[in-house]
Every structure is written in C-alpha cells, then in structure tokens.
C-alpha cells in the first residue's frame, strides 16, 4: 500500500505544473492533498476525481485558502469531514475516510508565522487536536495521520536550526507537543523510523525567500505519522524532488500488507 502526502500550495497552481501527470505515475494507492486553496466551484473534474481515483475534499468557508482532499483507488467506506469544532472546521483543516479498519486522515495544522494571533490559535488546534490523537490511538483502528503539521520536531529537521528557535514552526512548545504525540503517546514518524538521521534529504518544504530551494534550506514539516502496528509495516519513505508542483515537496510511505 503506497500513500502519499502533498500540500499543493493550490490544487489550480500544481495542476497547472504537472502535478495530475505525476499523480498519474506515482503508484499512490490514497494520496492526501493540504492547502487546496480553492471550493467546490474551482474544481473542474479532473481535480474531483482523477483517473483511476475517487477524491474526498473539506474545504474551507474562505475563498482561496486551506482546505484538505484525499484521492484513494478504492471508494470509502465512510467519510468525516472536520474534527467538530466549528471555529477549525471553517478552515477545512480535517478530513479522515475509512477503508474497513484502515483510517487515513488528511491534516493541514495551522501556521503561527503570519503574527501572534495565528500562533495562538495554532496552540489552541493543537490542544483540541491533542484528545482526538488519544481518541484515534483508543479506537482499535489502524490509522496514518497525512499532512503538513506546520512542526519541523527535531533540529536534523531544519537546516537553519539555530536561527529559527524563536519562530513559528521550531518553537519549543511546538517541538514539545511533537514528541508528546510520538513518545508518550505513540505514534510512529514513519519516515523517522526508517531514516533516524537523515537530514539534508529529509525536508519537504522550502521557503520562497533566499533561493532556498537552491540551495536545498529546507523544513521537515510533513509527515505520516501511524498507529504502532502499522506503523511496524513501513518499508520505503522518500520525498520527490525531481519536479516542482509546489513549495512543499511530496512524501511517499510503502506500507507491507
């Protein structure tokens, strides 16, 4: 089972470089999509349900923002759209479709960097996101959470670590909820597991400032994190950089049968 994650930075804007071709190729059997920056009267059909894939989308109340989608080979059994709470859900941030015991949740955390008000309300998705991780654990379900977290969790996940500890995305209290979600709780960082130390390779988002991108200065920010016995079942983790559909890059997990 291959399953990939992508934030699109604007489903318009990657499909306009190349990116329904790539999904075409890319083996995804379910594929989460973050920021589609678009609704439902934006999407044309292709977008809806590309060849071979059924899609699933939560988008959010404003025009050109947010919003998450999962394409999957196999339809859903059942679909939830939003964590229920009405605030988060505005911003079309959630998405979670069931495939028997499988659950594969397409996230777009918050960004802080915007100003303080952003960043409050990043700690307070984080807060009210922090039970339904517990829940998700507690169901019995095998599960892998997809999605840009807007948390680059350990220094190797950022190349200018020094200079960014004050900043939204590497502060502390981000990067303590992040190992509260992957130690006392559980979860598995998939790509860690197979790539403990990995550094350069690792990153999945570039700044659009400061030829970043060149000169790979990147963040580790997206992730599939997954329930213990699923997450046992990774065999492969890459992040495809040969072409450009967006800021972020896409980071693929093989999962055993």
């Known amino acids: 089972m291959r399953i990939i994650t992508l934030n699109l930075n604007g489903i318009r804007s990657a499909c306009n470089k190349g990116f329904l071709p790539w999904l075409a190729n890319s083996g995804g059997d379910i594929v989460c999509l973050q920021e589609l920056k678009a609704q439902a009267g934006d999407m044309q059909a292709e977008m809806l349900q590309p060849p071979g894939y059924h899609g699933y989308f939560h988008y959010a109340e404003k025009k050109g923002y947010s919003g998450v989608g999962i394409y999957s080979k196999q339809p859903a059994d059942k679909v939830i759209v939003g964590l229920g709470h009405a605030h988060i859900d505005a911003e079309g941030r959630y998405l979670e479709c069931q495939y028997g015991n499988l659950s594969v949740v397409s996230l777009y955390l918050p960004s802080g960097s915007s100003g303080e008000e952003r960043q409050q309300f990043k700690f307070q998705v984080m807060d009210l996101f922090l039970p339904h991780l517990e829940q998700l654990l507690a169901s019995g379900r095998e599960v892998v959470?997809?999605?840009?977290w807007n948390i680059a969790h350990?220094?190797?996940d950022l190349k200018n670590f020094k200079g960014?500890?004050?900043?939204?995305?590497?502060?502390?209290e981000e990067r303590a909820w992040m190992t509260d979600v992957l130690g006392r709780m559980g979860w598995v960082d998939t790509y860690r597991g197979?790539?403990?130390?990995?550094?350069?390779e690792c990153y999945t988002w570039w700044s659009n400032r400061g030829q970043a991108w060149a000169k790979n200065v990147g963040w580790r920010i997206d992730y599939q994190l997954a329930t213990p016995a699923l997450g046992a079942k990774v065999i492969a983790a890459s992040v495809y950089k040969a072409e450009r559909f967006s800021d972020h890059a896409p980071l693929t997990v093989d999962y055993a049968d």
Do not use: A, V
């Not at 197979?194 to 350069?200: A, F, S």
């Open 145 to 148: 959470i997809c999605g840009d």
């Open 154 to 156: 350990q220094e190797i």
């Open 164 to 172: 960014n500890r004050k900043n939204s995305g590497f502060l502390p």
């Open 194 to 200: 197979l790539y403990p130390e990995t550094t350069d």
